[in-house]
């Protein structure tokens, strides 16, 4: 009787261990599943959250200015950005050229349940004009903006101001009222533009008002009114200095119209558009102003015919003006992606009229 309970006490040891065994692989296994399926969920949500563009533009350009023929290949822009969703109504941008330098990075707050108020805080494209604040790949010229547009809003050279591609560091208030019948900015800004401290301290303010009466046509009216820090000087103002602080105001009113549907079909490639605006700035005692008119007609399988007339005087009592007229072609041969060929003829009064040939190819996702 002894002899049996003492063999059968290393059996039920050895059962009991077997068992704890198994117990523990198994609640092993279950934590792990747990966590890998807390893994998965994680990355869903991460990348549902998550916003990933960009576009790259180059292609070839031949001119005749200066009486000197020049030929070369070009890769003029290599943007990439990021936009989070942290909540509803909390967003977060970073945005960045690979050809050139760091364009954007702000943040935006929705605070009503609508979109009648949202505030952003950073650096970002400023409301000025109609085309400052529109992508590349969404505006018809292979050089994009118009003269006043380049100048007057910064995407341009300008020696008092510098190339600031259109964007500059502040706070923004903007929303959409009455049915999205009339949208509103309201920005307060630096004034000395991109990836740089104010050089001053006064601050800009601009203020954007666009009225849409109806689907397709909008009328649109900007201001801007501060003081710049000049980085350079200006053949055409020479009464603004290196360091010198001056007026720097600007003002714009415009118009634009849009038609999806040719000939009773959705048009693969946009549709009819014109767009037409006037604008007027003011560098210290200098008075600078232009305009222009881009249509853009589609004449089907993807295919649109373009054509752009353009006026900007830099100086009214100078008459520094130019005038370029451009025509051509682009064709969509993939969603955001398309081929572009312009010509532009440009006539002016303070260097020899020239001719220039440009194509380009966008790829954007």
């Known amino acids: 009787m002894t002899e049996n309970l003492s063999l059968s006490n290393p059996i039920r040891q050895l059962t009991a261990a077997l068992i704890l065994m198994v117990s523990a692989l198994f609640?092993?296994?279950?934590?792990?599943?747990?966590?890998?399926?807390?893994?998965?969920?994680?990355?869903?949500?991460?990348?549902?959250?998550?916003?990933?563009?960009?576009?790259?533009?180059?292609?070839?350009?031949?001119?005749?200015?200066?009486?000197?023929?020049?030929?070369?290949?070009?890769?003029?822009?290599?943007?990439?950005?990021?936009?989070?969703?942290?909540?509803?109504?909390?967003?977060?941008l970073f945005m960045h050229d690979f050809s050139s330098v760091v364009q954007e990075f702000y943040t935006d707050y929705r605070f009503t349940k609508d979109n009648a108020l949202t505030v952003r805080l950073g650096q970002f494209k400023h409301s000025f004009s109609m085309e400052n604040p529109l992508s590349p790949t969404m505006l018809e010229l292979v050089d994009v903006y118009s003269q006043a547009s380049l100048f007057l809003a910064g995407e341009g050279p300008d020696p008092l101001n510098g190339v600031n591609y259109g964007r500059d560091m502040g706070l923004m208030v903007y929303g959409s009222l009455f049915n999205n019948h009339l949208l509103y900015e309201l920005a307060v800004m630096n004034g000395q533009g991109i990836n740089r401290r104010d050089g001053n301290n006064n601050k800009d303010v601009i203020v954007?008002?666009?009225?849409?009466?109806?689907?397709?046509?909008?009328?649109?009216?900007?201001?801007?009114?501060?003081?710049?820090?000049?980085?350079?000087?200006?053949?055409?103002?020479?009464?603004?200095?290196?360091?010198d602080d001056y007026d720097r105001d600007r003002l714009s009113i415009g118009a634009e119209?849009?038609?999806?549907?040719?000939?009773?079909?959705?048009?693969?490639?946009?549709?009819i558009s014109v767009r037409t605006e006037w604008m007027e700035g003011k560098d210290g005692d200098v008075v600078s102003r232009g305009g222009y008119i881009t249509g853009c007609v589609p004449v089907?399988?993807?295919?649109?015919?373009?054509?752009?007339?353009?006026?900007?005087?830099?100086?009214?009592?100078?008459?520094?003006?130019?005038?370029?007229?451009?025509?051509?072609?682009?064709?969509?041969?993939?969603?955001?992606c398309r081929l572009q060929l312009q010509y532009t003829r440009t006539l002016s009064n303070f260097q020899d009229d020239y001719n220039w040939l440009q194509a380009q190819v966008q790829v954007a996702f």
């Open 27 to 92: 609640c092993s296994a279950t934590l792990r599943a747990q966590d890998k399926q807390e893994a998965i969920d994680w990355l869903k949500q991460l990348t549902s959250r998550i916003e990933l563009h960009g576009y790259a533009q180059g292609g070839y350009s031949w001119s005749d200015a200066n009486g000197r023929q020049v030929n070369d290949f070009n890769l003029k822009r290599t943007l990439f950005w990021a936009k989070a969703r942290i909540t509803d109504r909390w967003y977060f």
């Open 208 to 243: 954007k008002l666009d009225y849409r009466p109806i689907d397709g046509l909008r009328f649109v009216g900007s201001a801007q009114k501060g003081k710049g820090h000049a980085v350079g000087t200006a053949p055409w103002n020479p009464g603004v200095q290196l360091g």
């Open 257 to 271: 119209w849009k038609c999806p549907t040719v000939a009773g079909q959705k048009s693969t490639s946009g549709g």
């Open 300 to 336: 089907g399988g993807g295919v649109d015919i373009v054509a752009s007339a353009d006026y900007f005087n830099r100086n009214v009592d100078m008459h520094y003006y130019q005038t370029q007229l451009t025509g051509g072609l682009q064709y969509w041969f993939y969603k955001k």
